[in-house]
């Protein structure tokens, strides 16, 4: 099965700095990459995704990057404000299906500092 | 939030009981899941479901069963609750790889 490695565990910025979480995935033939934002006693929220046909994706203060040949993944939020505050997850699926049986990372508590 | 509900939000029980948590969604979505997330192990998928009755076990299975008899209800069933089933469970529902999650199952087995 996939096997999707994150990190780091932890990430404290100063608020205004940029922040960056990297995954790594064991299949490649893996398509489809997502990310989860899940605030403190919520929902996972998914904030942004990325096919394997693309190298990055943004929206407004957030990108994700694709490296498909290191099989890595990252997140990418940019000037960062308080409300970024959240433990992060990415997750991939096993390549070959049509539904989304997804690995998830081991998440990474972001603390923004005000 | 995708139009997805879980029931009840919180419940403790007592080990050795039968429990039933119920997921609903509004969306008519194929697929759902459920996921348990525990400190240090992030979200594990236990069962997920492709369609009305067709169902699978996912990574973290043993101890939970699923139904399925109506596209918009995904029932997790605990056969005999036990302390290591203490856990906030999700579920989940979309289409393709895309998945929305409902808010969350805080279960306590004492």
């Known amino acids: 099965g996939e096997n999707v490695e994150q990190h780091p565990s932890t990430l404290s910025v100063q608020e205004g700095d940029s922040a960056v979480i990297k995954c790594t995935y064991s299949?490649?033939?893996?398509?489809?990459f997502p990310w989860y934002k899940q605030e403190l006693g919520k929902r996972p929220q998914l904030i942004i995704d990325?096919?394997?046909?693309?190298g990055e994706k943004k929206d407004q203060r957030i990108a994700v990057t694709l490296n498909k040949t290191a099989k890595h993944f990252s997140l990418h939020i940019t000037e960062t404000q308080p409300e970024d505050s959240a433990v992060y997850f990415c997750?991939?699926?096993?390549?070959?299906?049509?539904?989304?049986?997804?690995?998830f990372g081991q998440g990474t508590i972001l603390t923004v500092h005000p | 939030d995708a139009g997805i509900t879980q029931s009840p939000r919180h419940k403790v029980t007592e080990t050795g009981t039968p429990v039933t948590l119920r997921c609903h969604q509004t969306?008519?979505?194929?697929?759902m899941y459920w996921y348990r997330q525990d400190p240090g192990h992030g979200l594990r998928l236990i069962h997920y479901s492709y369609g009305v009755k067709d169902t699978d076990k996912g990574e973290v299975s043993d101890g939970y069963s699923v139904s399925r008899s109506k596209t918009e209800d995904f029932l997790l069933t605990l056969e005999s609750a036990t302390s290591s089933q203490t856990s906030v469970y999700f579920c989940?529902?979309?289409?393709?790889?895309?998945?929305?999650f409902g808010p969350g199952t805080r279960l306590t087995v004492l």
């Open positions: 969306e008519n979505h194929r697929y």
């Open positions: 990325i096919r394997s046909n693309v």
């Open positions: 299949d490649s033939a893996s398509n489809y």
């Open positions: 989940a529902a979309g289409e393709g790889n895309e998945q929305f």
């Open positions: 997750a991939a699926p096993p390549g070959g299906t049509s539904y989304g049986k997804l690995t």
